[in-house]
T-cell receptor, first 118, second 114 residues
Framework: NAGVTQTPKFRILKIGQSMTLQCTQD?????MYWYRQDPGMGLKLIYY???????DKGEVPNGYNVSRSTTEDFPLRLELAAPSQTSVYFC?????????????????FGPGTRLTVL | AQKITQTQPGMFVQEKEAVTLDCTYD???????LFWYKQPSSGEMIFLIY??????QNATEGRYSLNFQKARKSANLVISASQLGDSAMYFC???????????FGTGTRLQVFP
């Protein structure tokens, strides 16, 4: 059971370059998320998706784009990379449900992508 | 206002001792879930324990327990019998019933020494 996989593990970009971070989950989870974690800091939500074809902005969406054409895949696109986007990027997924009104879903995280923009 | 607050940037504990990591939260939603995640130096995020707002008892998972004090809006993580492998960052998170997102605290770095 692979869980949440992310590629690549590491990447160095030059300012102005573009790239796509790939995320795939094989748990049939409906919700997927992209976070960034700056050194010594907590996680900040970039974008999330509650199902195929539906995406929404998180706390720090500027400079990023996402799409969700299938349940399994949730790629994150960086256009015109900037040094401020140097960070570790985590993808996560969950099967979101309410049990008696309570959100009980646990998020499962990928291993992360370490991105450096020079 | 911060929804999740972890006031301890760093904690030290001796091996085999218990340690409490603090977490307070702020919400007006009566339905919410509280989560703790561990992030070792290798970087992955590992789910530890969950507490629902309607749960009458404190959650426990092996050496982890959650000291849930609803009236004080606190959800402290207690690690009993600390091990060297417990050295990591620990994040508290909350999801409100009406929301699609987890909100994370800033984390506490725990170091266990022999």
């Amino acid at each position: 059971n692979a869980g949440v996989t992310q590629t690549p593990k590491f990447r160095i970009l030059k300012i102005g370059q573009s790239m796509t971070l790939q995320c795939t989950q094989d748990m049939n989870h409906n919700y997927m998320y992209w976070y960034r974690q700056d050194p010594g800091m907590g996680l900040k939500l970039i974008y999330y998706s509650v199902g195929a074809g539906i995406t929404d902005k998180g706390e720090v969406p500027n400079g990023y784009n996402v799409s969700r054409s299938t349940t399994e895949d949730f790629p994150l696109r960086l256009e015109l990379a900037a040094p401020s986007q140097t960070s570790v990027y985590f993808c996560a997924s969950s099967y979101s449900r309410l049990a008696g009104g309570l959100p009980t879903d646990t998020q499962y995280f990928g291993p992360g992508t370490r991105l450096t923009v020079l | 206002a911060q929804k999740i607050t972890q006031t301890q940037p760093g904690m030290f504990v001796q091996e085999k001792e218990a340690v409490t990591l603090d977490c307070t939260y702020d919400t007006s939603d009566p339905s919410y879930g509280l989560f703790w995640y561990k992030q070792p130096s290798s970087g992955e995020m590992i789910f530890l324990i969950y507490q629902g707002s309607y749960d009458q008892q404190n959650a426990t998972e092996g050496r982890y327990s959650l000291n849930f004090q609803k009236a004080r809006k606190s959800a402290n993580l207690v690690i009993s019998a600390s091990q060297l492998g417990d050295s990591a960052m620990y994040f508290c998170a909350m999801r409100e019933g009406g929301a699609d997102k987890l909100i994370f605290g800033t984390g506490t770095r725990l170091q266990v020494f022999p």
